[in-house]
């Protein structure tokens, strides 16, 4: 199916009010929302899509895995650059307890030592840094590239149900505040955590090796400290949990409100959506504020334990010194390894903020990566049939069909129905009877929850998304336009098409005219100045898309808005030329359209209860004949 768009907003809530149901029950295995019960809250609505076990862990792992090189290179470039760095207090112990004797002893060897011991240590320190800041940018930057392609990929894949339900804020959300989530993380918290996990290692040995007691002690300290880090842990998970959800909230107003900024403004909206939108933003707010308060709390106990940790070791490595139980040097050495290793607990702070809010964000896009198209590609696809050249168009199959959206009961009951070869085929009924949902099987939006939609004998399921495209394309009521030329626009429908095929295409609808009266003809950009088309125009523009794709089966739903009377003649005129050649399912508002049929479906309550040829069902007593007498009076 080429087009593009299904005519109805995909983004609303729930799409159109429909779907916003009370969902989430746990997911089927395969990943896909079964409809919850009545009642329950909606996993889509509350944000809370399902993630398998260990799939966070999963998608880091498969995210930095081509970078599995790098990512030791900078870790061992950090690891000799901490060596580097903790060096310096054994440097003060060398000259308080070496140095200075030896000054006063008139030997100035051992200050060398120090001064190229001290240059160098600086010197590798920093060039390390540089090459570990190196490393680990290129690799963070690739992996957020990586992610947010995936991202965008699979949200494409991912079936017209999905979409209605989850709506684009939230994927916005997912691919712009969740992604700089983790960039975070990546750039700045993973540092901070090698550095102090690696500090903290090196600066007990070193404790432990300078004065025994001196060392367990301070490690002995850390007992509270991890408690702390803990506490601190399990509020920061949840705050960050519910904050990332809160501003895919403010995001889906935002999304959803300038999505229909026409009826938001028609019908005065304003205040409302300003008073909901508040709430919301107050909402994320206050889960910020958890978040940060968190965090304060933790710096406060932290630093507390630290320095009452630092001032009883002090004192009692004082008490040593003075009974000469202990070298002076060694206790301002170890003073200042203990300020190096409860300092750090600040960062480690504000790493384990970075890493629950990437968490909490990585759990989010894991749970969106983990569901599973509704409509997926065959693992082993099925090419149609050569089509006979005599032929126009393919044979249309539905054999046992019987339809349910996954947020509501059965729409479509079973029912055959075939489609010859070649014929155009009108469905007529009351809004609400299904012809779209019928429309929308057929061109595989959904798959029949039973039976089978067959195009030349083969199941739409066994056909692969390409060979589908070719031989199936939906014209929907409202061209959408997508940014770029009207060329491009035109070319949607094969995009390897020459210029002189897009122009014919253009040609045989009768767009050619009013293009080449645009400012820079078929290279106008539809988007700026000069290049906006009117509701007609468009409709043309959809028409070219669909003769360039030269689709076997053609699904069409005609507009309903009605265009001036040169402009309906111009769409008809096109309609025309579009159907020739092929099998068409065209919904149908127009008597014009329904008259110049082969066949007309009347559809009621999801079945279809009229068929025929237009004019045998005019003559008879049923709903057709009603209808089209209606039609009738009111062309009169
Ligand atoms: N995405 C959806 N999720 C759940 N139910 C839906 C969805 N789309 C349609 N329905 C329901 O399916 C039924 C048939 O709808 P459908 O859109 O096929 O009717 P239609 O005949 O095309 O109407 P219209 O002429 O107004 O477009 C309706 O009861 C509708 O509420």
Redesign the pocket.
């Known amino acids: 199916m080429t087009t593009t768009e299904t005519g109805r907003p995909v983004d609303g809530p729930g ?1 159109e009010g ?2 916003t149901g009370p969902p989430a029950a746990p997911a089927a295995s395969d990943g896909r929302q079964p409809a919850p019960p009545d009642g329950a809250p909606d996993a889509f609505e509350a944000d809370l899509l399902p993630t398998p076990k260990g799939a966070s862990r999963t998608l880091l792992g498969s995210l930095l895995a081509p970078h599995r090189g790098r990512v030791w290179a900078a870790t061992v470039a950090l690891l000799l650059q901490q060596a580097a760095t903790q060096a310096s207090p054994l440097l003060v112990a060398y000259a308080l307890d070496r140095v200075v004797p030896a000054l006063r002893a008139g030997d100035h060897g051992p200050l060398v030592v120090l001064a190229v011991a001290a240059a160098l240590s600086a010197a590798v320190a920093g060039a390390l840094q540089w090459v570990f800041v190196r490393l680990s940018a290129r690799a963070g930057q690739d992996v957020l590239l990586d992610l947010r392609g995936r991202i965008f990929r699979h949200a494409q894949d991912l079936g ?2 999905f979409h ?1 339900r989850y709506t684009s804020g939230r994927l916005i959300s997912r691919a712009t505040t969740d992604v700089e989530a983790l960039r975070e993380l990546l750039e700045e918290g993973l540092q901070e955590l090698v550095t102090v996990v690696l500090s903290t290692l090196y600066i007990s040995a070193l404790l432990l090796w300078l004065d025994l007691g001196l060392g367990v002690a301070a490690l002995l300290s850390a007992v509270p400290l991890a408690l702390l880090v803990r506490a601190f842990q399990r509020r920061s998970h949840r705050a960050y949990r519910a904050k990332s959800s809160a501003i895919a909230a403010v995001i889906v107003r935002f999304a959803e409100t300038l999505g229909g900024i026409r009826p938001v403004q028609a019908f005065r909206r304003e205040p409302a959506n300003d008073a909901a939108f508040a709430d919301l933003n107050a909402r994320h707010r206050r889960f910020n504020g958890d978040a940060i308060l968190a965090m304060a709390r933790f710096v406060v106990g932290s630093r507390m334990t630290a320095n009452v940790a630092i001032a009883a070791l002090v004192l009692w490595g004082a008490y040593r010194v003075a009974t000469d139980a202990l070298a002076l040097g060694v206790l301002a050495a170890a003073t200042l390894y203990l300020r190096r290793l409860y300092d750090p607990i600040d960062r480690l702070g504000v790493f384990l903020n970075a890493y629950e809010s990437a968490a909490a964000s990585l759990e989010k896009i894991a749970g969106l990566l983990a569901q599973r198209p509704s409509v997926p590609e065959p693992a082993r696809p099925r090419a149609l049939p050569p089509a006979p050249p005599a032929r126009p168009g393919r044979e249309v199959a539905f054999r046992g069909v019987s339809f349910g ?4 009961g059965e ?1 479509l009951p079973r029912f055959d129905l075939t489609l010859a070869a070649g014929s155009t085929v009108a469905v007529v ?10 429309a ?1 099987l057929l061109a595989r939006f959904h798959d029949p929850t039973q039976g089978r939609v067959e195009v030349d004998g083969v199941d739409l399921r066994e056909l692969s998304g390409a060979e589908l495209r070719r031989a199936v394309v939906m014209v929907t009521q409202e061209a959408f336009l997508f940014s770029g030329t009207v060329a491009d626009n035109i070319a949607l429908g094969r995009p390897d098409a020459e210029r002189a095929e897009v122009e014919a295409a253009a040609r045989a609808i009768g767009a050619h005219d009013f293009v080449g009266a645009l400012p820079d003809g078929y290279d106008t950009d539809v988007r700026k100045r000069g290049g906006r088309l009117s509701a007609g125009q468009r409709q043309l523009v959809g028409f070219a898309r669909a003769l360039l794709a030269d689709p076997a089966v053609l699904l069409l739903d005609e507009a309903t808005s009605s265009l001036d009377i040169p402009g309906e003649r111009a769409v008809q005129r096109a309609m025309g030329a579009v159907l020739h050649g092929r099998t068409a399912l065209v ?1 149908a508002h127009r008597l014009s359209t329904v008259e110049s049929a082969d066949r007309v479906l009347v ?1 009621a309550d ?1 079945r279809i209860v009229e068929d025929g040829a237009p004019a045998a069902l005019a003559a008879g007593h049923g709903r057709y004949a009603a209808l089209h007498r209606a039609w009738r009076e009111s062309v009169a």
């Open positions: 799409g429909r779907g017209l149900d209605e959206y996954r947020t509501g729409v009924g009351a809004t609400g009877a299904g012809k779209s949902t019928l929308r919904i559809m999801g």
